[in-house]
């Protein structure tokens, strides 16, 4: 049981750690908005990675054919969202002392939702814990214990990432001044709508 705890943990925080869409919106949020908002950002990933991971030990093979099955929609509908995302992130003028206003129940809502249900979009994710699973093998066999622990250590391995995350931007919010703000927001901004663009491309070319 320990030794799966750890393995899903593993994997949970590595992909979590991936550089990706997901990882420069939250890592902006976190920079310009406060470490709570973009914390709150980065738990809407890790359920959703826990609830993929789910899918994938559980082996729910429907859901799974069902995911994969609009697999082109999905990449459709998440790269047009992250179009829109970098594009605002671009535009608009970011104030230092938005966390304030930001961190409200509405805010924090807002900020778990939208990743949550961008994560959701990429099937990508499903592929890699389906790996995991493959990986494990028998050693998923067994009722649902095991792969339970599987799920709880890949969500608390993704969590963890967020929560260093933030606090690593946490400490780095002081030194960030209004042309650092701007920059972040148009480099961050462009790397989102790019991998965007990129989601979209794919699913087209398909």
Known sequence: MASLLIRG????????????????????????????????SGLGVATADAAYAAVAVFGIA???????????????????????LGIRSVLEQPRIGEASTAA????????????????????????????????????????????????????????????LLALLAAMLRT??????ARAIGIVSGLAIAGLGALAVAAAVGK
């Open 62 to 84: 429907a859901l799974s054919t069902i995911l994969l099955g609009g697999e082109r929609w999905l990449e459709l509908f998440g790269g047009a969202a992250l179009i829109l």
């Open 104 to 163: 409200t129940g509405r805010g924090l809502l807002w900020a778990y939702a939208s990743t949550l249900g961008l994560t959701i979009t990429n099937p990508a994710t499903i592929i890699s814990f389906a790996a995991l699973a493959a990986a494990l093998g028998a050693g998923l066999a067994g009722g649902f214990g095991r792969p339970a622990v599987v799920v709880l250590g890949v969500a608390l391995g993704s969590a963890s990432w967020w929560c």
């Open 9 to 40: 943990f593993a994997l949970g925080f590595a992909i979590a750690a991936s550089p990706g869409p997901i990882f420069f919106l939250c890592l902006r949020r976190s920079l310009l908005r406060g470490w709570l908002i973009g914390l709150v």
């Open 175 to 180: 030194r960030v001044t209004p042309d650092v």
